[in-house]
């Protein structure tokens, strides 16, 4: 596997060494990133055979057409916004096309708080805060850290148990721990796109952003899945043919692989001239209900709860099914893909993905690019979509640089240039999670002490899972407030500090309105902690705030009163455990009057190192 050296400082290193040698000028975008580049003109005839080159402004499109499109994907396939009727898990066999929803009821601002969207955008944010070169054991802290409801996502349970990656994605019938059950599951087949986006046609290199990610809670054809997807986006860059794309989706991928195999049957049953639905049919009997020796009890090897279907190949071949017999069109091919039910927002979501990416943002139907909310942060971030694809921008130019790539003027045009020699994927031994044995993965894999100092303690930190779908909803895990009447969860407004939640508490004049954790973890005795949150309230702000710790039978232990100001502030308070273990956290608003108010988000609490 190679290694993708250089932290964002290494980056910007090699960026100052390109500046000495050949007094670059500095060029910036409508978004105010300054890139340099060399100045001399480079004539694409002149560079070396086989170069591939495409120019930033491109690049730049084409990522933030297949965020949008993946939005798109994901918001239809999840539900009929119109009469309510839900799509994603509704059933198991192939949905007609007359039960469809209309293509113009999808809402893809319902985009933001999907997983198959937030996982690839955590990445990238993961990817651009840490460095390339963060290993997996730092990304599984970082993933802890945010909170995702969707355990599988981030293997929460397994990683605050203490095993790091990768045998917190081993599965569990072959470790004898409670690692992970569902190793083959779709978490990061849903949330691959991000490696396409930056490792574009290195193979290498997005199959190793992959495995860095998704070995946090998969294994074998869990990882497999995600880089086949991950390598179709990577390749719609450069090409619009479907068989092309996926070809290099295989190309990444051990050809005797689960995630391969089932792939190339969708493929020979096309070649056969099977349907769309006839080829769901197909691959369902042979890898989902088959009970020969061959087929079902063979590739299926583990029991989905509640009779859901989560298998990350399967839900490639779904997405595959749609690319193939959508003939490009956007609709159509997202549509296919919706009717093999299932899982069908997140295989909707990387078919429409993968064919956005190949019209680019400017090639976008209006009606997509419509939905579309410029200042919206996406679930778990502090980024926009915009923001978003700085990071990839600034992201793509040290990895082609790493590469032995340029980044220089063609021919008058900012472009990356990406050499022959870049790394493709070398393909290993086939890791089968049904196959494998306790002896083969070897001792468990732990973090150390110091390393699960860093995990967070507190349930819901940033108040996500407190709505649904841009829908306020109530407080979750553990959070309560001594007057509802002075609360409320604000989602989709962009009054968040990060994510698309946040709580906001109406001052009661006289009163003191308290909003208070219980499900804060045990902590050591006789240690010091910080506890800090990000505030912002109105504009002549009287009332008092308060941050404030309190033990498991609600006496105050301590308290710091904090400024309020119209911007997000971090406010902290330090304090010392004593002999108490188990802690309550939070903070009080005393009431001035009747109109102040603050917004609350991001709690943590941490140990004084």
């Given at each position: 596997m190679m290694n993708l050296k250089g932290k964002k400082q290494i980056g910007v290193g090699l960026s100052v060494i390109l500046f000495a040698?050949?007094?670059?000028?500095?060029?910036?975008?409508?978004?105010g990133i300054a890139l340099a580049y060399e100045s001399e003109e480079v004539s694409a005839i002149d560079l070396p055979e086989n170069s591939v080159i495409i120019s930033l402004d491109e690049y730049r499109d084409k990522v933030k057409g297949g965020i949008a499109g993946t939005m798109a994907g994901v918001a239809y396939g999840y539900a009929d916004f119109e009469t309510g009727?839900?799509?994603e898990f509704c059933s198991k066999d192939w949905i007609s096309e007359e039960n469809l929803p209309s293509w113009e009821n999808?809402?893809?601002s319902n985009g933001y708080d999907q997983d198959d969207v937030y996982l690839s955008m955590t990445a990238i944010e993961a990817f651009s805060e840490l460095g390339l070169d963060v290993e997996s054991r730092e990304l599984g802290i970082y993933m802890y850290n945010k909170g995702f409801e969707f355990w599988d996502g981030s293997n929460n349970d397994v990683l605050a148990r203490g095993f790091a990656p990768p045998y917190s994605g081993y599965p569990k019938q072959a470790t004898g721990y409670y690692t992970n059950a569902f190793s083959d599951g779709n978490s990061y087949q849903c949330g691959s796109s991000f490696a396409g986006y930056l490792g574009l046609n290195m193979t290498g290199v997005s199959n190793e952003m992959i495995e860095k990610v998704a070995s946090i809670c998969c294994y074998g054809d869990g990882i497999y899945a995600a880089q086949f997807i991950a390598a179709m986006y990577g390749s719609a860059f450069?090409?619009?043919?479907?068989?092309?794309i996926i070809q290099a989706g295989l190309n990444a991928i051990p050809s005797d692989s689960w995630s391969a195999q089932i792939i190339q049957d969708v493929?020979?049953?096309?070649?056969?001239?099977?349907s769309a639905e006839r080829n769901y049919e197909a691959i369902?009997?042979?890898?989902v209900y088959g009970t020969d020796e061959a087929s079902g009890s063979e590739y299926q090897w583990i029991e989905w709860p509640n009779d859901l279907l989560l298998d990350a190949k399967v839900c490639s071949a779904f997405t595959v099914i749609g690319l193939l017999y959508g003939e490009g069109d956007i609709e159509k091919s997202t549509k296919l893909t919706v009717q093999c039910a299932n899982d069908c927002d997140s295989t909707a979501a990387a078919t429409a993905g993968i064919l956005s990416v190949i019209s680019g943002w400017d090639g976008l139907e209006t009606q997509i690019k419509d939905g579309v909310i410029d200042t919206q942060y996406f679930k778990y971030t502090q980024s926009t979509i915009d923001d978003i694809v700085d990071q990839c921008v600034e992201l793509v130019q040290e990895i082609v640089l790493e590469q032995g790539g340029q980044v220089v003027s063609v021919d008058g045009v900012l472009s990356l240039v990406i050499p022959e020699s870049a790394t493709v994927s070398e393909i290993e031994a086939y890791q089968c999670g049904k196959t494998v044995t306790q002896e083969e993965l070897g001792e468990p894999i732990v973090y150390s002490e110091e390393e699960m100092a860093q995990l967070r303690y507190i349930s819901e930190p940033g108040f996500e899972t407190c709505q649904k779908n841009g829908v306020a909803g109530s407080l979750t895990n553990g959070w309560s407030v001594s007057d509802s009447s002075a609360t409320m969860i604000e989602c989709m407004e962009q009054t968040a500090y990060t994510g698309l939640s946040n709580v906001k508490l109406t001052a009661i004049q006289g009163e003191t309105v308290v909003l208070k954790n219980v499900t804060t973890r045990s902590l050591e005795a006789n240690t010091n902690y910080t506890l800090t949150c990000m505030v912002q309230g109105n504009s002549d702000f009287m009332s008092q705030t308060e941050l404030t710790v309190w033990?498991?039978?609600?006496?105050?232990?301590r308290s710091q009163v904090c400024e309020v100001t119209e911007d997000w502030k971090q406010v902290t308070l330090t304090f010392n455990t004593g002999n108490f273990t188990d802690f309550q956290i939070g903070i009080q608003l005393t009431g001035e009057n009747d109109s102040d108010y603050i917004r609350l988000d991001?709690?943590?609490?941490?140990?004084?190192l």
């Open positions: 040698l050949s007094i670059c000028l500095s060029v910036k975008f409508d978004t009727q839900q799509y999808k809402q893809i450069f090409t619009s043919d479907i068989n092309q493929l020979d049953n096309k070649e056969a001239g099977l369902m009997q042979k890898w033990n498991s039978e609600g006496l105050k232990l991001d709690f943590v609490v941490s140990p004084v």
